[in-house]
């Protein structure tokens, strides 16, 4: 059993917004594998299925991008999940719009969101699939910009990049995420 999880904030608000990318890539493999993210438990709506023949737990945090890990850790424990078996899925400013980098370990890089799961997993070796969003331009806050909402061209760009990251959780599943990552960082 592993662990998909996209990190974003609750609420209709946060629809669509920059923040919220690794909530539409749940969105997308819930509808594409038909796992309705039917239960609430663990702060958070969860579903249960299969994907490439692993049976797969579909997490969106509830508890607001800042405290993700409160979500994660509990979900890990009930279902005696490692952090090899989790992969989180979130937005990243250090990359072009469009743009997916995955990684196995690492620092938060500054993002609340892997700060609070690293802090709660108790480790930074866990796989994640980091979704670009770029960097504000004409000085606007960082804050401000990762809430907004993505332009239409961007948004464009970005319905191939979600499938391109369920993909890579679909090859997960089959592979290690090793050769997953090797397959994914070179296109």
């Given at each position: ?43 958070g709506n ?17 508890t607001y ?43 938060s890089g ?78």
């Amino acid at each position: 059993m592993k662990l998909i999880v996209g990190l974003g904030n609750p609420g209709k608000q946060y629809d669509r917004t920059r923040h919220n990318i690794g909530f539409e890539v749940i969105d997308f493999l819930s509808s594409h594998y038909n796992i309705p993210l039917d239960k609430a438990k663990f702060k958070g709506n969860y579903g249960i299925g299969v994907i490439g023949g692993e049976k797969m737990i579909l997490l969106k945090p509830l508890t607001y991008m800042n405290l993700s890990g409160e979500s994660i850790r509990p979900i890990m424990d009930y279902y005696d999940l490692e952090p090899e078996d989790l992969v989180v899925i979130y937005d990243d400013l250090d990359l072009p719009v469009g743009r997916i980098r995955l990684r196995q370990k690492g620092s938060s890089g500054g993002h609340n969101g892997i700060k609070s799961t690293i802090l709660h997993v108790g480790t930074e070796k866990f796989n994640r699939i980091r979704v670009g969003i770029d960097r504000p331009k004409n000085g606007m806050k960082v804050v401000d910009y990762v809430l907004g909402k993505f332009t239409k061209e961007e948004m464009d760009i970005l319905e191939g990049t979600i499938k391109k990251c369920a993909d890579a959780c679909v090859q997960w599943a089959e592979e290690p995420f090793l050769q997953v990552m090797n397959k994914y960082n070179i296109q």
